[in-house]
């Protein structure tokens, strides 16, 4: 079945530093991948989504890009904030099938 | 999207119920539930009222969409390996693509 590989944490940064979640799936078909971000106590609430391959999704400075070729899907920011600190899924939806990644644990120290 | 209750304690044996509700006229429901290092499993979804189907770990759980806006699960006898953090979503289409689930806030259950 499809599944979903994200790069363990937990991911400890300095403030402005580089980010990089990786990323991979396996899907039999055409999935929309996502990013979505879980702050402590709360649920998950989407970061950014892409539905095609080389589609790029974006927000709040974060990016990821929709890799056919590789089945990747790795989130990147250019300059972290401590407000970034939370808990990130890689996710892919296929029809009504949704899968999850792990979580990676980010944490940014001022 | 809420849930209720919260957080739940219960024993080993027990039969429980926890309600999600969304009003935002959303055709699909689902229930996952999150453990430490394995992020969020589908048990059950619904593409419409009346209308059910099982996940990827739907074992010793059960679901129920009487209404459009509410998602019943059910543990008809909970037992200590389904302690974990429950999580609602729901979305406007089953099938179109890319739509975005909205979560609720969880529910911590504890069997003990």
């Known amino acids: 079945g499809d599944s979903v590989t994200q790069m363990e944490g937990p991911v400890t940064l300095s403030e402005e530093a580089f980010l990089t979640i990786n990323c991979t799936y396996t899907a039999t078909g055409y999935p929309s991948l996502f990013w979505y971000v879980q702050y402590p106590g709360e649920g998950l609430q989407l970061l950014l989504k892409a539905t095609k391959a080389d589609d790029k999704g974006s927000n709040k400075g974060f990016e990821a890009t929709y890799r056919k070729e590789t089945t990747s899907f790795h989130l990147e920011k250019g300059s972290v904030q401590v407000s970034d600190s939370a808990v990130y899924f890689c996710a892919l939806r296929d029809n009504n099938d949704m899968r999850f990644g792990a979580g990676t644990r980010l944490t940014v120290k001022p | 999207v809420t849930q209720n209750p919260r957080y739940l304690i219960t024993v080993t044996g027990k039969k429980l119920t926890v309600t999600c509700s969304q009003n935002?006229?959303?055709?699909?429901m689902s229930w996952y539930r999150q453990d430490p290092g394995m992020g969020l499993r589908l048990i059950h979804y619904s593409v419409g009222e009346g209308t059910t189907a099982k996940g990827e770990v739907p074992d010793g759980y059960n679901v129920s969409r009487l209404k459009k806006q509410n998602f019943l699960l059910g543990l008809e006898s909970a037992a200590p390996s389904q302690t974990s953090v429950y999580f609602c979503a729901s979305s406007y289409r089953p099938h179109r693509i890319g739509d975005e689930q909205y979560f609720g806030p969880g529910t911590r259950l504890t069997v003990t």
């Open positions: 935002m006229n959303h055709e699909y």
